[in-house]
């Protein structure tokens, strides 16, 4: 993505809340997590159609009032719990297992709250 058109997405979400599973960007391949980081490049609505998705279509699960943060070092989104903890979002846990089985984006320091 260009400085340009990365300035106009923080021009157009500035002092915006961001709710706790995020915002998708209008009119851009951009999504807002629940942190504040923006994420470019996500995949097309239509290539989750159907199927719970983090950014998309989050499930019922009861991490949902977590804030959503990407983690670019293991290229996974997490949960963040009040304590501070990073949980596997359940959504894209789910992703990951079906899309990478080779990958382990469950483990994590867990306090519990995830379960």
């Given at each position: 993505m260009r400085a340009d058109?990365?300035?106009?997405?923080?021009?157009e979400i500035e002092g915006a809340a961001i709710p706790?599973?995020?915002m998708k960007?209008?009119?851009?391949?951009a999504y807002i997590d629940g942190t504040g980081q923006i994420i470019t490049n996500i995949h097309k609505k239509t290539e989750c159609a159907g199927r719970p998705c983090v950014i998309h279509r989050p499930s019922k699960h009861s991490m949902r009032s977590f804030p959503t943060h990407f983690r670019f070092d293991r290229y996974l989104m997490e949960r963040i719990c009040p304590h501070g903890v990073g949980h596997p979002d359940p959504d894209d846990m789910t992703f990951q297992q079906r899309e990478m089985p080779e990958r382990a984006p469950g483990i994590h320091g867990c306090d519990g709250c995830c379960s």
């Amino acid at each position: 993505m260009r400085a340009d058109q990365l300035a106009t997405i923080v021009g157009e979400i500035e002092g915006a809340a961001i709710p706790p599973d995020g915002m998708k960007v209008k009119g851009h391949r951009a999504y807002i997590d629940g942190t504040g980081q923006i994420i470019t490049n996500i995949h097309k609505k239509t290539e989750c159609a159907g199927r719970p998705c983090v950014i998309h279509r989050p499930s019922k699960h009861s991490m949902r009032s977590f804030p959503t943060h990407f983690r670019f070092d293991r290229y996974l989104m997490e949960r963040i719990c009040p304590h501070g903890v990073g949980h596997p979002d359940p959504d894209d846990m789910t992703f990951q297992q079906r899309e990478m089985p080779e990958r382990a984006p469950g483990i994590h320091g867990c306090d519990g709250c995830c379960s």
